[in-house]
Structure formats: C-alpha cells, structure tokens
C-alpha cells in the first residue's frame, strides 16, 4: 500500500476539561472517499480541525503529504481544501468575489473566465454577482464547496456537507462531492447520517466518545459483525413465542411492529405464518430490512448515531 | 502583495456594504456636529478639535473591532485561519482599511465646521492636524483591540467601549474645560489616552502650531499605542470564546 495522504497518530485533543479525542490513529489512501461517521460531540470536527491546523492536539501527530502540520501548518494548509461545518464566508461579498478572494489567500489567482468556470460546476452562475448572504441554504452550500475548491486542492476536507440541507440539495451535493473525487482528489467528510456515508464513502471510520471504535468499507463493516437482517411484521403474537422461532435471535414490538432480528428471513417468515395461523392472528404489512450503518454503529457502541445528538 | 490588495479591497466592499458601519463612520460623526452646532453655534471653532477627538475615540474604541468581532463570532475568521494567510497580512489589512475609513471621518466633520460653522482652517493646520488625529486614532484603535480581544461577545466590547468612551470625553478636555474638574481628577487626566489627543489636535488646527508639550502629548500616545497593540496581539482569538 503506498504511503497516506493523511496520517494522524495517537491523536489527543482536550478543550478545557472536556476530552475530545482520546489517541485516534487514521489513515487516508490518496484519491479515496473517507468518511468519519458518528452522532455530534463524538470528536468528528475536532479531528478534523487537527488536521486542518486549526487545534492543536495535545499529543499525537498528523502529516499532510508526509509534512507534518504542527511544525508547517502553512505549507500543509495550502495542500487543502476546507469547508467549515458552518458556512463561515463574508456574507457581504458576492459569489464571484468570495471566490476570487479565497483563491487568492492561496496566492491562486483566478481570472474572471476561470471564476465563471468554477461557478457553473456548482449550479451557480446566475447568482455571480449576488450577496452570499442572499442565498438560500442550498446555495450557500454549494458556494462553500466552491470556495473549498477554489485554490485547486488535491485534498479536500468537508465537515457536515450536507446537514440542514433538504433531500434534493443533499443530493445536489452528493453529485459535487462524487464529481470532486472522479477529478482525482481525496475527500474526507464528517456526517452523522449514515445513508450519507453509505452512498458516499469508500472507506468509513465509525467514531463515539473521542475513539474511532472501527474502520473499513461500508459492506465489510456490515459483513463482519455478521448482523442479522431485521424482519418487521404487524402481527400480534406472545414474544416469547416469537423468540423461539427458528433463526430469530431478538424480537420485540415496537409499536403496533413487531421487530424480530433473524440470519435466515425467510426461514422466519414462514415459521411466523405457522405461528400466527395456529394462534388466529393475520399478518399484514411485513418489511425486510437488511443490516445497515445504523445497525453496525448500535452494536458496536451500544446506543443509536442519533441518541447522543 | 497581490493577495494583500485582494483581500484589502473584500474587506473594504464588506465595510462599505454593511449599514451599521455606514451610519456610525460616515452618518454620526456629521449628526454629531450637527447636534453641537445647535447647541453652542458660536464656539464651533473651538469645539471641532474636540468633536473630531470624541469621533477618533468612539472609532478607536468601538466602531474598528466591529467587523473584526462580527467575523469572530460568524466563524469567518476561523475560515481564514484555515487558509495560508499569515495572520499579520489579514490584521494589517483590516487595519488599513479602518484608519482610512477614521481618516475620512475626521474629513468629513472638518468639512461639516468649515461649510457648516465658518471653522477657520488653512493647509498649514490641516497639515499639522491629520498627522496628530492619526496618532491619537492608531492608540485608541490599539486600546480598542484590548476590548475586543477580552469581551466574550461583541455586544460586551461595544458596552465596555462606550463605558470608557463616555467617560473620557467628560474629563478630557473635550467638551468640559478642564478647570471644572476636582483637583485630583484634574491631575491624573493628562496621562489618560485621550487627553494629549485634544491638545495635539487643538493647537495644530486652530493655531496651526505645535502645542508646547507634543513630544510629551505624543510619548505618551506612544506608550499607551505600543503597550495597547502588545497587548492586544496576545489577546487575538480567532474564535469566540467557547
């Protein structure tokens, strides 16, 4: 395997009393989709601003390229592009001229062709000469990724791209975030919706409480906790007669829902039929889940990605 | 250099195109000479230096931290601290870009005692004056800095400033002569910042001369405009305080 793009290890971050991320290692592969996935307060952002510069951790190191940015943040800086969680542009300036401006503080200097260029990937031409702070959420967002990209960067870091954007605008993004990364460039995003990092990310550090708690693609973090698929019925039976149903390791009603965890659904599913049409009950609604994120993230810290928000 | 004078010309566009910056550089220093005007038309003379000292002071202390806080607390400051900028071309740009904005203030209410009240200027007291008002807004811009670099929030540094501000302007020598005050408070207000400022200003514009004790006035302006920006560079935060 060649050498990382980025390299934190043993990474130690505190504000005041509070313990952000306790000794976190991490690697990113040039040219992959990464994504740090985790509710909010898990230390996403903080690990990010690790390697952004902008914290200093209080043990542990990161290298950007093999440089190392507690000792040259501004060399490891210019090699990046960033978008901070919150869209923190001078809302002042238009569009074309946050661009210009951005790219300039990284001694990139970009004509007005260029600028056009840029904006019309990001669905924004129109909106040129157009206040930031006249735009709506969706557009803010894309500018913020065209602000990101601005200085041409081989690594680009984006923390929560997409929240409190609606569905369509989230896709929106996903499309850029896809585009960027068929351009050749390495993407490290943070987000707490975990169909987010499934659609996205190549690879996917699942981080709780300061730790990351695993690390690998998507479908082998799924694969290796073996989990079973989730079989939804509404049905009412005695639980403990459902439990004793072939294969069902877990059951329980949610609601009208009875929820029952299986490895072999449709051994399940027919036993379920029998038990219900001895007991006189009918079936309606069933619903096949398989594992997902959610489930992995659940399992692997005990509690669910959107408790803790 | 090119970067510089990129970024300098965004921080002007983001002066220019805010309201608030507009009304309280550009609007209330003119209301301000209106306001005295009506009340004492006939010593305008004598109240311009003073009216343009009071201007310097509330710029130096409140209105020049106003974007910088504004960026601070919107999280656009951490945005450029992400980028390769060194932080003293990002400081020296909005510096510059302030002290014109409190050099055409000053212009401005100088312009409004000349139309407005016959204020009796030449070249050789413009020319004496703005070297001595520059002074005094760059110390006041430091003492400023110190605010802002302590208040949480730019709601308190603006509290604070105009705590500081109110109180100067009574005892300085700006509009209350300083013979009105108590012997002790009379005493301690020429080493206060705002003080030597009035002199400085008074002598060279209504006299177009030197008042007799400047290199004191503008040793101390000095130490409190050094030892303020010291100061100020260490308090700097690029976030608010958590």
């Given at each position: ?5 980025i ?5 130690t971050?505190?504000y005041?009393?509070?313990t ?6 991490l690697s990113v592969?040039?040219?992959e989709?990464?994504?740090l996935l985790?509710p909010?307060?898990?230390g996403k952002s903080?690990?990010?601003?690790c ?13 950007i390229g093999?440089i190392?940015?507690q ?5 490891t ?6 978008q901070?969680?919150?869209t ?16 300039a ?46 200085n041409?960067?081989q ?5 929560e791209?997409?929240s409190a ?23 490290v995003?943070t987000t707490?919706?975990m ?14 409480r ?7 693609t998507p ?20 639980l403990?007669?459902?439990?004793s149903?072939?294969?069902?390791s877990?059951?329980?009603?949610t609601?009208?829902?009875?929820e029952?965890?299986t ?10 039929h029998?038990l ?9 609604d069933v ?13 692997l ?9 | ?13 983001m ?16 209301l ?7 009340v ?5 003379d ?9 201007n310097a002071?509330?710029f130096?202390l409140v ?5 910088m ?9 951490r945005?450029?601290?992400a ?17 014109i ?20 200027v ?5 020319l ?13 811009m ?7 670099g ?10 604070v400033?105009m ?12 509009v209350?002569?300083?013979?009105m005050?108590?012997?002790w408070?009379?005493?301690v207000?020429p ?5 030597p ?7 060279a ?34 976030e608010?305080?958590?």
């Open positions: 395997m060649s050498k990382p793009i390299d934190a290890q043993n990474l971050a505190a005041g009393s509070i952000a991320l306790k000794g976190v290692s592969e040039k040219g989709i990464f994504g985790g909010n307060g898990a903080t690990l990010l601003a390697v952004e510069g902008l914290h200093k951790p209080n043990q542990g190191s990161v290298h093999g190392n940015v000792s040259d943040s501004t060399a800086k210019r090699q990046l592009g960033i901070l969680q919150r923190a542009l001078m809302d002042d300036l238009t569009v074309a001229e946050l661009v210009e401006v951005y790219a503080l990284y001694e990139v200097y970009l004509t007005s062709g260029q600028i056009n260029d840029l904006l019309a990937r990001f669905d924004l031409v129109e909106k040129r000469n157009v206040l930031a702070r006249r735009l709506s959420g969706g557009q803010q967002q894309r500018l913020a990724l065209a602000v990101a990209i601005a041409d960067p690594i680009v870091l984006l923390d791209p997409t954007l609606d569905p369509h605008a989230r896709r929106a993004v996903w499309d850029i975030v896809r585009q960027l990364h068929d351009e050749g460039r390495t993407i995003l707490h919706a169909e987010e990092a499934e659609a996205l990310c190549g690879r996917i550090a699942i981080i709780d300061g730790q990351i708690v695993a690390c690998d479908a082998a973090l799924i694969a290796n906790l073996q989990l079973n698929s989730m079989l939804k019925a509404t049905v009412e039976l005695p403990d007669q459902v439990r149903l072939p294969d069902v877990n059951a329980r009603y609601g009208q829902h009875l029952m965890e490895a072999r659904p449709e051994v399940t599913l027919t036993a379920l029998e219900a049409g001895r007991s006189g009950r009918s079936i309606r619903m096949l889940r398989q594992p997902n994120l959610e489930d992995v993230f659940l399992k810290t005990g509690h669910a990605l959107a408790e803790s928000n | 250099m090119k970067r510089f004078l990129i970024l300098t010309k965004a921080m002007t566009l002066h220019l195109r805010n309201g608030y910056v507009l009304f309280w550089n550009f609007t209330f220093p003119v301000l000479m209106f306001i005295y005007g009506a004492m038309s006939q010593y305008m004598y109240m311009t230096p003073g009216v343009i000292v009071l002071l509330s130096g209105s020049s931290s106003t974007m806080l504004e960026m601070r607390e919107k999280s656009v400051l945005r450029l601290q980028t390769p900028l060194p932080a003293v071309q990002l400081i020296g740009s909005y510096l510059l870009v302030n002290v904005i409190g050099v055409l203030q000053s212009t401005l209410i100088i312009l409004a005692g000349v139309v407005l009240y016959d204020v009796p030449t070249a050789t007291s413009l004496l004056s703005y070297p001595m008002i520059l002074a005094g807004m760059l110390a006041f430091a003492l400023g800095g110190i605010i802002s302590m208040a949480a929030k730019a709601g308190s540094a603006t509290a400033g705590t500081i501000y109110f109180l100067l302007m009574f005892i300085s020598d700006m209350f002569p300083l013979d005050l108590p012997d408070l009379r005493n207000v080493y206060l910042p705002a003080y400022v009035v002199q400085l200003v008074r002598s514009m209504l006299e177009a001369t030197l008042d007799p004790k400047w290199l004191t006035h503008l040793f101390l302006l000095a130490a409190y405009g050094i030892g303020a920006t010291f100061i100020a560079a260490k308090l700097f935060r690029w608010p305080k958590a």
